[in-house]
């Protein structure tokens, strides 16, 4: 990808030198011959000239149109995740960068990938806007609080590079940064396999899950007043009312947050909210863990999920209701 | 000159025809009203500067050891505070516009003078707003005032900083009123549209997004002081808001006040160049029109400060799309100035060194624009310094320099007298300089991956850091000389007869300084902008040679 901006890039550079050296040694060479020679001399008029307006409004129009085109296709390049990119779950807060790999490790301020990887961030923040900054790469996005945003990149060479926040965080935004480590294939199989004796991401969701009860409704017999969970990710769903919806991250998301907003066909909307119960890294933990128990044990996910519409756009905003607490529709059993 | 000069009596003009404190503050004379504008504008000019200084000195070295972080975030929210709502919207439009308008038009004043002054309080007000928010202890939350930072996180006093340009932009909607009131309803006898000076079509265009802009600003402003004080879920998600909302609302105003403080400088170098030229603007119309769709245009690309903000990447596209359109207009202005300079007679007085400066400038700021509103290229330099160089270039470069090259050219309209060319020519190229040095290291800074706003940042960008802080100096010492002149020649300079240049103008047709009413008796017009008739061609040159 890099190569693909370099190359636009350099265009507009081209473009630039070009127009600003015309008009400089247009105006240069008119200021010198047509200067002043006697205080009595007052130049004829011109009027103007159609002809010149319109070759001066055409040929940068033609131009522009070039930018715009070749801009918005590496864009798209850009922000389309390719399918088959490794997974990994971000959670930015002031002022870090958690970087969860979805099969163990964990890491802050640093991340290791394999080289000649494509990788997707899916990422969340526990607070304010940053965002995500590898000028190598050249690829940013913003994380937004309230929903999930994605970017991809792949490093083709090995190396350390700077990571950035881009989005002014508060005080110390410029030491919210870091290193991403592009590692030869087997010296990242080694870093993987090495140090963390840790939960994996998915387990701490799976505690997470029973600690927060919500297992006696979710159960994966399809006796339980939730829907089954297991095989879920990466399918779509029915929804209650009419319409479909993808379970990937977003949905999920927006299910324990607002269980209202998409409800799944044949079930009551009884679910209370979890807005300000779990945070996003446990939220994360959450759809780690319901990823895991997806078809075939998350392969499915990974080629599957949110794959179609990378683009932040299509990403839900959150919360859009207000908050309610229900206390009525709330599941006896919720309460132990 | 003749050397026996009869005691004459002072002819009374609109310095002279009162003196005392409350003959200035109680004012409704146009342009008294301006020249309080200048003394407030340029003491704001200073306290950003200041903080400039401040921000360059910390960014001599990688690491940020001059001041701490809290502070040196307080210092860039500060300046671009400051700079903006307190000198660059109002620079031209609220000095030169107010001195100017109704002297180009004809007119005896603007059509509401005391609207006019209560313009130039409620500014200050909104100062005394900021002037609190800086003393008692500063914000930190960039002068994009971004949710929730802004709203919910940020501990520094936002709302006074938020209440001080709230406040502060009422009185740029009232100026903009008067100019739109006045040109429309206060034209001499025989100035048609068509015969106005482009100076007066640019106000006319910053007019419209004045008063169309500033009031969504006033608004969206006002819901983060809400947003701060009740919690209303308006952008914080932990209240069911949506910060990207906010950007939207922000921008909305926010990328049409680019065209605020372009405009008007816009203006003025079409007078400068049709002046040191001695030549009417080639296409006049187009480049009158180009204002009018600056203007329009304007208010339909705020989406292309969002590209990477998790906006809809469709969304994006459009705002794309239409940030190319509002670049012709512009290229259209560039190569009309360009083309007038053909079969002219080109003087280099200082106000035509500025006016060549802001091409160049302008020309350079407005193509890496062009980088800018590219999707693919927004999102490597975006929120870097490329951004940084780039509204430099056109606020500085274009904006200030336009200020400048104006402030010079009526000078002597204002004073009556003349100041010193040597030492104006002087200060003209070291700005220029110290200008380019700053703020061109930037744009590679930009692409190299360094971040705005950053403390403190990786020992690989600290050259170029090196060169940009060397540059500033050369720059802020530009920016004295001026000072120290312009207030010289006050009292010192050669008086200035009613048409030094000389130029077409209307104003060239009055007394320097003007009478209070502005003109002795109505002014009919009968020629075109810049015509240079037989007639005036003659009285032109008999000012010369007095």
Known sequence: MAGRVDALYFFLVAVTIFFSVLIAALEIYFAIKYRRRSEREFPEPIEGSMKLESIWIIIPFVLSMVMFVWGASVYFALYRPPRNALEIYVVAKQWMWKFQHLDGQREINELHVPVNQKVKLIMATEDVIHSFYVPAFRVKADVVPGRYTTAWFEGTKPGRYHLFCAEYCGTNHSAMGGWVDVMEPADYQAWMSGGSTEMSFAALGQKLFQDLACHTCHRSDATGRGPVLEGLFGKTVTLAGGGTVKADEAYVRESILNPRAKVVAGFEAIMPTFQGLVSEEQLLQLIAYIRSIGPSQGQAAATGAAADDGSPGSVPAESKSPQTNPSSTEPKSEKP | ?546
């Open chain 2, 1 to 546: 000159m003749s050397t026996v000069t009869l005691p004459v009596e002072r002819s009374k003009n609109y310095l002279n025809v009162d003196y005392g404190v409350k003959s200035w503050l109680l004012t409704t004379d146009h342009k008294r009203i301006a020249l309080l504008y200048l003394a407030s504008i340029t003491f704001f000019f200073f306290i950003g500067g200041a903080f400039a200084v401040l921000i360059r000195l910390e960014l001599v070295t990688p690491p940020g050891d001059l001041v701490s972080s809290e502070t040196y975030n307080k210092l860039f929210t500060m300046h671009g505070i400051v700079m903006i709502f307190f000198f660059l919207i109002p620079s031209v439009p609220a000095v030169l516009g107010n001195f100017l308008v109704p002297l180009m038009v004809g007119a005896r004043d603007l059509a509401f003078p005391k609207l006019n002054l209560a313009s130039w309080y409620i500014y200050n007000l909104g100062a005394l707003f900021t002037i609190y928010a800086i003393v008692s202890g500063g914000v930190d939350t960039g002068w994009t005032f971004y949710t929730p930072y802004s709203s919910s996180y940020a501990n520094t006093h936002v709302i006074a900083a938020a209440l001080g340009i709230f406040v502060a932009g009422f009185s740029s909607i009232l100026t903009g009123l008067n100019f739109i009131v006045t040109i429309h309803t206060m034209r001499a006898p025989g100035m048609t549209w068509f015969r106005l000076p482009l100076f007066i079509w640019a106000h006319y265009a910053t007019s419209l997004i004045m008063i169309l802009g500033t009031p969504v600003l006033a608004i969206t402003i006002l819901l983060v002081a809400f947003e701060r004080l009740f919690h209303i879920g308006l952008f914080d998600p932990a209240y069911g808001g949506d910060p990207v909302l906010f950007q939207h609302l922000f921008w909305f105003y926010s990328h049409p006040a680019v065209y605020i403080m372009i405009l008007p400088s816009m203006g003025v170098v079409s007078e400068l160049i049709a002046a040191f030229t001695r030549k009417n603007i080639f296409g006049y119309k187009f480049v009158a029109f180009s204002s009018v769709a600056i203007a329009v245009f304007g208010f339909l690309v705020w989406g292309h400060h969002m590209f990477v903000s998790s906006q809809s990447v469709y969304a994006g596209l459009i705002f794309s799309l239409l940030s190319y359109a509002v670049a012709i207009p512009s290229a259209v202005k560039v190569f009309n100035w360009t083309a007038t300079l053909y079969r002219s007679s080109v003087s280099y007085q200082t106000p035509m060194l500025y006016a060549f400066g802001f091409i160049g400038l302008f020309t350079i700021g407005g193509l890496t624009g062009l980088f800018l509103a590219s999707l693919g290229i927004d999102v490597h330099v975006t929120d870097t310094y490329f951004v940084v160089a780039h509204f430099h270039y056109i606020m500085v470069g274009g904006a200030i320099m336009g200020y400048l090259g104006g402030l010079h050219y009526w000078w002597p309209k204002i004073t009556g007298r003349l100041y010193p060319e040597f030492w104006s020519k002087i200060a003209a190229l070291i700005i220029f300089v110290g200008f380019n040095l700053t703020f061109f290291p930037q744009f590679i800074l930009g692409y190299l991956g360094m971040p705005r706003r950053y403390h403190a940042y990786p020992e690989e960008f600290q050259v170029l850091n090196v060169m940009s802080s060397a540059g500033a100096s050369i720059l802020g010492l530009g920016y004295l000389i001026p000072m120290v002149y312009l207030i010289w020649s006050m009292r010192y300079g050669p008086k200035a007869g009613s048409n030094p240049w000389p130029a077409t103008g209307l104003e060239w047709q009055t007394a320097s300084p003007p009478p209070t009413d502005n003109f002795l008796e109505t002014p009919v017009v009968t020629w075109d902008a810049y015509e240079f008739t037989p007639e005036n061609q003659r009285t032109a040159m008999v000012e010369q040679r007095m």
